[in-house]
């Protein structure tokens, strides 16, 4: 499913904050050499996240799920001159092209980039955290967010991506779910229900869910 008509995307996108020739590289270089590319944050949300990372002014932020390092590079722009971006990924062989990209954000000695499985990594994280960004495995958000929350700062943001999924979400009456669906459904439900937090279902992109913690 289209979630949103490509000219209004692209009208968004002519409204938005120009990106820089370091993550147009990044798009470009993701583009040519990486499996499915479409897993990059991109323009809009890279803003977004950017400019949230902006207005908490984080000192430590955690993200899970690096991929090719646009998202980790909005997100540090935003950090304190004393923060820390702790980013997670499993995908080794994307090491070096990441490396590369953070040494050219100027930012490399403000990320902690770990490659691991984030579920092993993240009870060895001392925390606290200001601002978390989920866009890992979505087997597996509910677990993440299990680990994260009580890491969070009081006032501290989850944003968790794709969310909605391609639409996928909207499920019919007697329709087959698949796992990824069915764990987005969960995750989405296990928020609303959680009195720990309050949020919101942003419809940016493929869906981004903001949680606050009380």
Same mark, same amino acid.
């Given at each position: ?21 370091? !993550? ?45 390092? =646009? ?10 001159? &004393?923060?820390? !971006? ?26 902690? =980039? ?15 955290? &200001? ?8 087997? =597996? @958000?509910?677990? @993440? ?70």
């Amino acid at each position: 499913m289209e979630l949103f008509d490509p000219a209004l995307l692209a009208y968004c996108e002519a409204n938005t904050s120009t990106e820089d020739a370091l !993550l147009k590289k990044i798009v470009r270089e993701t583009q040519a050499k990486v499996l499915m590319p479409r897993m990059i944050s991109g323009h809009l949300q890279g803003k977004m996240l950017e400019l949230f990372a902006k207005m908490l002014r984080p000192k430590t932020i955690l993200e899970i799920g690096t991929y090719t390092g =646009y998202s980790g590079i909005c997100l540090a722009r935003g950090l304190r001159p &004393d923060g820390r !971006l702790i980013t997670l990924d499993i995908n080794d062989e994307l090491e070096p092209m990441v490396r590369g990209f953070f040494e050219e954000s100027g930012l490399a000695s403000q990320i902690d =980039y770990i490659l691991g499985n984030a579920r092993d990594v993240i009870p060895t994280l001392a925390g606290p955290f &200001d601002l978390v960004f989920i866009d890992a495995d979505k087997f =597996y @958000y509910s677990e @993440y967010f299990d680990l994260v929350i009580d890491k969070v700062s009081s006032g501290g943001i989850i944003l968790a991506d794709n969310v909605l999924w391609s639409g996928k979400i909207l499920v019919e009456e007697g329709q087959k779910v698949d796992k990824d669906t069915q764990a987005l459904l969960d995750f989405n439900q296990k928020i609303q229900a959680d009195p720990r937090v309050e949020n919101v279902l942003l419809p940016i992109r493929d869906g981004v869910l903001m949680a606050r913690k009380l």
